[in-house]
C-alpha cells in the first residue's frame, strides 16, 4: 500500500530512505556493465517496494516516482556570438551530474490540479476529459508559482523567489481575478525541499530509465505511437495523460503529448545574454514528428513564452 502525502502528514524536511543501490561513479548514458547491473538493480527495488509516492492536494491526487542520482548527460546548444560587426554559429557542449535522488511527476501536471492549485486554466480545450489533460498555455514564470503555491501547502520550503511580478493585462493578481505571470525576476533558491521544475538532465535521466532508448520507452520507430503523442497520432491536440504506455521506471508521456519547462537555462557556464535569459523545454509535443519526439530533443524560449504545446511536470529532491 502506497504512502498518501497530504497536507496534514507530510513532515517539513521529509527525507526518504534510499532506495537505490550505490549507482558507480562516473555512470554515463553510455552505460558499462558495472553500471548496468547497478541500475538494473535500482529498478527491482524500486519496482518492487516504492512504486510511486502518492500526495493528494485537496482531493486531487498526482504520483511522484523516486530517480537515483549518479548519473551523467551531455548537452549541446547552438548559439549565434558577435563576431566583429557579424554573428558566428557555436556550439557549447556541457556536461551535468544528477547529485542528488530525486522525486519525479509520473505525468505532466493536469488542468484539474493546476487549476486546483492556481484557480485559472487558459488550455482552451472543452472536453469531458479536460481534468486528466496535460495543463498548457502557461509561461515558465506559471509553472514555478504552482511549485511554490504546492509547497506552501504541505509546508515545505519554497524553491523560488519571484520579485517584481508583472501579470498579464496588466492587472494584480486576486482569488477573484487569477493572472497568468508575464514577467518577474526569479531566484532559484538551492537546496530547498520543495517542489520544483526539473533540470533537464534530470529529466533525461527519468526519460531514459536506464536504457540507451532515443524515445522515451522505446528504440523503435515503428512502435513510439504506442508510447508517445506525435502529429502522426494526435490529431492536431494534447490528449489525456498517461493513456499511452510508460517507460521502464513508470512515466508516462516524456516522449511527445506536451512540451516541459525545465528549470534551467540552455546554457549554465557561458556568458552569452540571449540564452542566458531562456529557459530549455524538453520531449516535444503532439505537433512533432519522431525526431523532436526523442530523449535528446531541446527547445528555449523566453520566460514569458506559452503556447498550448507546452506544459510540465514537477520535481522535489529526495
Known amino acids: 500500500m502506497r504512502n498518501v502525502f497530504t ?3 507530510i513532515m517539513n524536511g521529509d527525507r ?29 527495488n524500486y ?15 498526482f504520483n511522484m516516482i523516486p530517480c537515483p542520482s549518479g548519473g551523467i548527460v551531455e548537452t549541446t546548444t547552438t548559439a549565434w556570438v558577435d563576431k566583429k560587426n557579424s554573428y558566428e554559429e557555436i556550439k557549447i557542449t556541457e556536461v551535468h551530474t544528477v547529485n542528488r535522488p530525486f522525486l519525479l511527476g509520473e505525468n505532466e501536471v493536469t488542468q484539474e490540479l493546476f487549476e486546483a492549485v ?10 469531458t476529459v479536460i481534468k486528466k489533460t496535460p495543463i498548457v498555455n502557461v509561461t515558465w ?8 503555491r504546492l509547497s506552501d501547502y504541505f509546508g515545505l520550503d519554497r524553491c523560488y523567489e519571484l520579485r517584481n511580478k508583472q501579470f498579464s493585462g496588466g492587472g494584480t493578481y486576486s482569488k477573484k481575478h487569477p493572472l497568468s505571470i508575464k514577467k518577474a525576476n526569479p531566484i532559484i533558491l538551492d537546496r530547498k525541499n520543495g517542489f520544483r521544475l526539473p533540470r533537464e538532465w534530470e529529466w533525461q535521466i527519468a526519460a531514459m530509465a536506464g536504457t540507451n532508448n532515443k524515445y522515451s520507452g522505446t528504440n523503435d520507430n515503428s512502435s513510439l505511437g504506442r508510447f508517445a503523442w506525435g502529429s502522426y497520432n494526435a490529431v492536431g491536440n494534447f490528449k489525456p495523460v498517461s493513456h ?21 537555462t540552455p ?13 530549455v523545454t524538453r520531449g516535444g509535443g503532439w505537433h512533432q514528428n519522431q525526431s523532436g ?9 523566453d520566460l514569458d513564452y506559452c503556447n498550448r504545446d507546452t506544459g510540465f511536470r514537477i520535481a522535489k529532491t529526495i
Not at 514564470?141 to 511554490?148: A, G, L, P, R
Open 141 to 148: 514564470y506559471d509553472c514555478v508559482e504552482f511549485c511554490n
Open 293 to 301: 519526439l526523442t530523449v535528446f530533443s531541446r527547445a528555449n524560449y
Open 16 to 44: 526518504m530512505s534510499e532506495i537505490f543501490v550505490n549507482i558507480p561513479v562516473g555512470c554515463t548514458l553510455d552505460y558499462n556493465y558495472e553500471c548496468t547491473k547497478a541500475l538494473s538493480q535500482a529498478r527491482i
Open 267 to 279: 546554457i549554465l557556464n557561458t556568458d552569452i545574454n540571449d540564452l542566458m535569459s531562456k529557459r
Open 118 to 127: 492556481m484557480g485559472f486554466n487558459y488550455s482552451n480545450i472543452q472536453e
Open 244 to 264: 499511452k504506455l510508460p517507460n521502464e521506471w513508470g512515466f508516462y508521456d516524456m516522449s511527445g503529448n506536451v512540451e516541459e519547462w525545465c528549470e534551467n
Open 47 to 61: 519496482k518492487q517496494n516504492y512504486l510511486s509516492r502518492l500526495f493528494k492536494y485537496e482531493g486531487v491526487k
Open 7 to 9: 497536507k496534514s502528514n
